[in-house]
């Protein structure tokens, strides 16, 4: 199908555009999966992690609410436990997220700009490069939008209590993904106190039954925090690191700066010129409620990487509704060129990063930096701990563990290692857990003699100390794609001081 731009057929039937997207989206979808199947990373440890989750169902994580490892579990249980399909759900929930941008942008404007809307969503440089990986924004943005559409309808007041649950269900299972949902309650907030006329759904028994739901389905997860001394809201607390230097402007410019790279360039300055507009009271009804989900949030994680730090993905959500806020305003303001520009932009960058993932690892940037390096060489050292394992079998004295100092390096063997029935275990924390196999692994030196040591980098003194003998095994460089190997070290440990 071809778009042109600006003759674009505006009467077209809400089915027509649909179809269209369908068979855009479609395409996509073929597209990611076939890029997805073909791509030569290794799992990052953050994703191994979260399969080793989904191997243990729960109702929270240290680090995360349980969505992600739910999702893993039915796409690997349908799938196998390959890397592809670990990370399967991305590519068909960013689909579904796409789909329901279309819905909520038809419901405000129009079917072509709920077309458009779609589009532009899909391809977004944050969305190409999360459709590779399995993330909680991935479905933290389903849930988002899909609780978005329910609140315009409460909004609208037809089939109000449906509207009300479907909101809390949404909510619910956001928060479940991420608590980066409840981002949500604090943008509808402000938006019925800055909007004279949505004021008194504040007080509305529908709105607070969406509260209600909402709760409901995240206290299984708040009980699991009860019982494991509220690990995931110190692991927040964590990650916000407010105990250094609180003023980084520095990190707020950092942060800022990236949001070009994840909504795209033209979208975000076009984004940038609509909160002018709104600062002067240039801005109608519609346009301020898509911006009442935006602007807040990226505010808030500014203010927090001025503090401290932010990752770019921090405010991914406010993109679900800046998208068709921005999207709207181009066509409203007749800026085809704008508009087609950032679509070539975006899929450029689609295909580009469907390229590169198939042939990571076989090449380096002009700085000759390798742009995979994190994600690959994982699986060599998996490798290389399992021909040392097998080596001592051999010898007819295995080792009754494999122990690890790192978060990462667990994560990895956990899943790389996923046929091997030596126990790994994590060196304990000198305080309270700092990961979740800290809190679920921790070694205490119940296993059997002798312990396979797996270390990037050197053995540090203040373990080396609490063991009777050490040996070192080896110490290998070992290949991370086209970047410097890493050196890992082993050792065989025996004689645990308690």
């Known amino acids: 199908m071809k778009l042109t731009f600006p003759d674009f057929e505006a009467n077209a039937s809400t089915k027509t555009w649909m179809m269209r997207l369908f068979a855009v989206l479609a395409l996509l979808l073929i597209f990611r999966l076939i890029t997805l199947y073909f791509n030569r ?25 349980p969505m992600i490892a739910w999702l893993i579990s039915l796409t690997t249980g349908a799938c196998g436990i390959e890397e592809y399909c670990i990370r399967l759900s991305s590519p068909l929930l960013h689909t579904g ?20 809307s779609g589009l532009v969503f899909a391809t977004l440089p944050g969305v190409s490069l999360s459709a590779g990986i399995i993330s909680t924004d991935v479905p933290l943005l389903f849930f ?15 089939n109000g ?37 949505r004021r008194a759904f504040l007080y509305d028994l529908r709105w607070w039954t969406s509260i209600v739901i909402a709760l409901l389905l995240i206290l299984p997860n708040l009980n699991w925090n009860y019982e ?49 507009r709104a600062y002067y009271g240039e801005i ?12 807040p949030i990226i505010a808030i994680v500014t203010v927090q990487a001025f503090l401290s730090r932010a990752h770019a993905n921090w405010a991914a959500v406010s993109y679900v ?34 390229a590169l993932v198939t042939q990571a690892g076989s090449f380096r940037l002009p700085n000759g930096q390798d742009p995979f390096a994190r994600t690959l060489g994982w699986e060599n050292i998996a490798r290389a701990t399992a021909k040392q394992l097998k080596a001592a079998k051999e010898l007819e004295k295995p080792f009754g563990s494999v122990l690890t100092l790192e978060r990462d390096v667990t994560a990895e063997l956990l899943y790389y290692l996923r046929g091997e029935e030596t126990p790994i275990r994590i060196w304990p924390p000198a305080g309270r857990p700092r990961d979740h196999y800290q809190l679920r692994r921790p070694y205490r030196g119940s296993l059997p003699d002798p312990i396979l040591l797996v270390v990037i980098g050197d053995i540090p003194v203040s373990v080396a100390d609490r063991f009777r003998d050490v040996d ?18 082993f050792a065989k440990l025996a004689g645990y001081k308690r």
């Open 41 to 65: 990373t290794d799992l990052f440890f953050d994703e191994a992690q979260y399969w080793s989750w989904s191997e243990n169902p729960a109702f929270g994580y240290y680090s995360k609410p």
């Open 97 to 116: 997220t796409a789909l329901v941008v279309f819905a909520i942008a038809t419901k405000i404007y129009d079917a072509r700009v709920g077309f458009l």
């Open 144 to 158: 988002w939008a899909l609780a978005l559409l329910a609140f315009i309808h409460l909004l609208d007041g037809k």
């Open 161 to 197: 209590w449906i509207s009300a649950i479907a909101l809390g269900i949404a909510l619910g299972l956001g928060l479940n993904a991420k608590y980066a949902m409840a981002y949500f309650v604090l943008c509808a907030i402000l938006y019925f106190a800055m909007t004279p006329s």
């Open 228 to 276: 494991n001394s509220f690990a995931t809201f110190a692991h927040t607390a964590d990650n916000a690191k407010w105990g250094g230097a609180l003023f980084n402007p520095s990190k707020a410019l950092e942060f800022f700066g990236s949001q070009f790279g994840v909504f795209g360039p033209i979208l975000f300055g076009g984004l940038l010129v609509i909160i002018k």
């Open 284 to 295: 109608e009804g519609k346009d301020r409620l898509l911006l009442a989900f935006a602007l």
């Open 321 to 354: 509704s800046a998208t068709i806020l921005v999207t709207a305003t181009m066509v409203r303001e007749l800026s085809w060129g704008w508009l087609r520009s950032s679509l070539a932009i975006h899929i450029a960058v689609l295909l580009l990063l469907g």
């Open 472 to 489: 070192y095994l080896e110490v290998k460089n070992i290949a991370a794609g086209a970047g410097p190997p890493r050196r890992v070290t």
